[in-house]
């Protein structure tokens, strides 16, 4: 008795040619939220004042509202403040959160001032403040959103984006703390953006 073989239905790799200034006319940014140190310390007041004793609870951080926000106003953006890489890889005391932008000779690059930021970063603190507001020992919360919102109200000086590069993430990835991680995915999304892809069998 013999079996009849079903060959599996498998993807063979394709036969493809680097075009090696792919990246060549394109412009990458790279903007950091300067506020994480100043979030992660109302973070941890607000914890100390809320959650005592073995009520203990975390406070987290709504950067996905921001981020929504940031892309909602200003659609250039390629993605808002995400997390780049923690404090054990930055040897920073905090995190890096960073946001990005790409910008191609069709659709050139055109960031958002980081004075307009502020301006978006000012309003999503106070929404994110009234969870807390008259919460719990009214004084004392209300003092430390006060802080807080004291603090993230004076813009640094030196705050500004970066312009990166494409080859430098091309030829290596880790470069700039892993950014080609997340750049060059956003870097082909761009170039591919309302193009057609034909892939011809050959025999």
Request: proline residues 7%; hydrophobic residues 40%; neutral net charge.
């Amino acid at each position: 008795m013999t079996s009849k073989t079903i060959p599996a239905n498998i993807l063979l790799p394709a036969r493809m040619s680097l075009v090696t200034d792919a990246f060549a006319n394109l412009e990458i940014a790279v903007l950091t939220f300067p506020f994480v140190q100043e979030v992660a310390d109302f973070r941890r007041d607000m914890e100390r004042v809320l959650f005592r004793g073995n009520n203990k609870k975390e406070v987290w951080t709504p950067y996905r509202q921001l981020n929504n926000a940031l892309l909602a106003c200003a659609s250039t953006l390629t993605y808002g403040f995400e997390f780049l890489s923690s404090n054990e890889e930055t040897k920073l005391p905090f995190p890096l959160y960073q946001a990005l932008a790409v910008g191609t000779p069709e659709n050139p690059l055109k960031t958002p001032t980081p004075q307009q930021i502020h301006q978006l970063v000012i309003i999503w603190a106070h929404e994110w403040m009234k969870q807390y507001r008259d919460n719990g020992k009214t004084d004392e919360v209300n003092s430390v959103c006060d802080r807080f919102l004291e603090r993230i109200a004076v813009i640094p000086p030196d705050w500004k984006w970066q312009p990166i590069k494409p080859e430098t993430l091309v030829r290596d990835i880790n470069a700039e703390r892993g950014l080609g991680f997340q750049a060059i995915p956003s870097l082909l999304a761009t170039i591919l953006h309302g193009k057609k892809c034909i892939i011809v069998k050959s025999s």
